[in-house]
């Protein structure tokens, strides 16, 4: 049992899909892994395929609206009394698992097989499955028909669990690569390509890696991009971030890889596609005076790709954060990179309290790069308060606020603190970015 409360291995899966009839073996899927951008990938994927008419299962983890958005057909979150109907099913052949003396399968297992089933039943033509832990020992690396396996960027994370060396991680990501499958790369590391390359080639594989060097920019700021990339002109993302054009353009090598194979994908199924696509949590803009921006940046590699956006859309502004990480990331790397940017820094208890690092031992940590950290309902005397405007939060007592949750607490207090012209940044886990939103919609309404 790992520390993130998986199991890495295919053994209980294995035993729980064919106590299931297999439902993955008549399934054709998309893998993708990587540490960032996974998400991305498949929502720019699953949205082009889509718009080009074919009927497509996505399966997502983490997820930030709802448990049910794991699962979708075509962006439709799958309903709950089908995702009920399918989990009886589950219950059931892991009860004659469990007669039997099998091992019980993992609860990331379980959805893994109930997503299985849903897109069997729906006759997907293609599932667009993001890889949850690594890549080789991952639950749904059990699949064996995999038309391409999609590799976002590839950086340090869950280090001593996949390895303690980026190569190391690589190889584990890696290991969804499956034989004649196609391979697709974001840009990476030098190490990190060789990798793949490697085993892409002693697979029998062929290899693409996009080339982010073809991107040309026509606009772009905090509400989205336009840009063209090769033989694709005139595109348009409404997902804003400085990661985004690397996404874009491995999705956009993809999209030539399915064509060569057979796949019929217009090119104004791809232009919509891309415009249609919107995913939570990444460099998300809520609001505006101030602007309310949300963003997922969890690891070190993350956390300079966010910096880096900040820094291009909003120079000379002022930022105001809050911050939430799980105590198994490398929080003083993300601290480190951020924040030195904010005039302000509020710090959150996650909701998974097991996980999440303290709010006052990430204050702590802050206090070296930012002068003023908080920690939300334990405000001091003679806290500086923003005036008060139209869509800011009525005054609330310290009592009061300090009974609510600690993510309801800090955006109180972001807006508070916030002039017209600021920008407040919400970042450091997926976590709790929906409480964050919710927070801010009852604060502003």
Not at 44 to 55: D, F, K, N, V, W
Not at 251 to 268: Q, S
Not at 396 to 419: F, K, N, P, T, Y
Request: with cysteine.
């Amino acid at each position: 049992m790992s520390k993130y409360g998986s199991v890495l291995g295919l053994d209980t899966i294995r035993g729980l899909l064919r106590e299931l009839g297999d439902p993955q073996d008549d399934l054709k899927f998309i893998h993708i892994a990587g540490t960032n951008g996974k998400g991305s990938v498949l929502a720019y994927t699953s949205m082009i395929l889509s718009e080009a008419g074919y009927r497509i299962g996505r399966y997502v983890s983490p997820t930030v609206v709802s448990y049910l958005e794991r699962i979708q057909i075509d962006t439709e979150w799958i309903s709950e009394d089908k995702f009920a109907e399918l989990t009886m099913r589950v219950r059931d052949a892991i009860a004659r698992l469990e007669a039997a003396g099998k091992e019980i399968p993992t609860v990331f297992e379980i959805e893994t097989a109930i997503a299985f089933l849903y897109f069997k039943e729906m006759k997907c033509d293609l599932v667009v499955l993001e890889a949850g832990l690594g890549g080789e020992l991952d639950a749904t690396n059990i699949i064996k028909n995999t038309v391409c396996a999609v590799f976002a960027s590839i950086s340090r994370d869950h280090l001593g669990v996949l390895g303690n060396t980026i190569t190391e991680i690589a190889e584990n990501k890696a290991g969804i690569i499956k034989p004649g499958c196609a391979v697709v790369s974001a840009c990476q590391t030098d190490c990190v390509a060789e990798v793949i390359r490697s085993r892409a080639q002693r697979y029998g594989c062929t290899y693409v890696q996009a080339e982010p060097e073809c991107v040309k920019i026509g606009q772009e700021d905090y509400h989205g991009i336009y840009f063209s990339y090769k033989e694709f002109t005139e595109m348009h993302t409404v997902m804003a971030g400085k990661n985004q054009i690397g996404n874009a353009a491995a999705v956009l090598e993809l999209i030539c890889v399915l064509r060569r194979m057979g796949y019929h994908i217009a090119d104004d199924a791809v232009r919509r596609g891309m415009e249609r696509t919107k995913w939570p949590g990444r460099f998300s803009c809520i609001g505006e005076e101030p602007v309310f921006i949300l963003d997922g940046a969890h690891n070190e590699d993350a956390a300079r790709k966010l910096r880096e956006s900040v820094e291009a859309y909003f120079p000379g502004r002022r930022l105001i954060c809050i911050m939430g990480v799980f105590k198994d990331k490398e929080y003083d790397r993300i601290a480190r990179i951020m924040g030195s940017l904010a005039s302000v820094i509020y710090t959150v208890d996650l909701p998974d309290r097991k996980r999440g690092l303290p709010a006052e031992d990430l204050a702590e940590i802050l206090k070296e790069y930012c002068p003023c950290v908080k920690c939300p309902g334990r405000y001091g005397p003679g806290e500086k308060r923003g005036p008060q405007k139209q869509s800011a939060p009525r005054q609330e007592s310290r009592d009061s606020m300090s009974q609510q949750s600690s993510v309801d607490c800090a955006v109180q207090a972001a807006l508070l603190e916030a002039e017209r012209n600021d920008v407040i940044l919400a970042f450091g886990s997926l976590s709790y970015l929906h409480q964050v939103k919710e927070a801010y919609d009852r604060a502003v309404w």
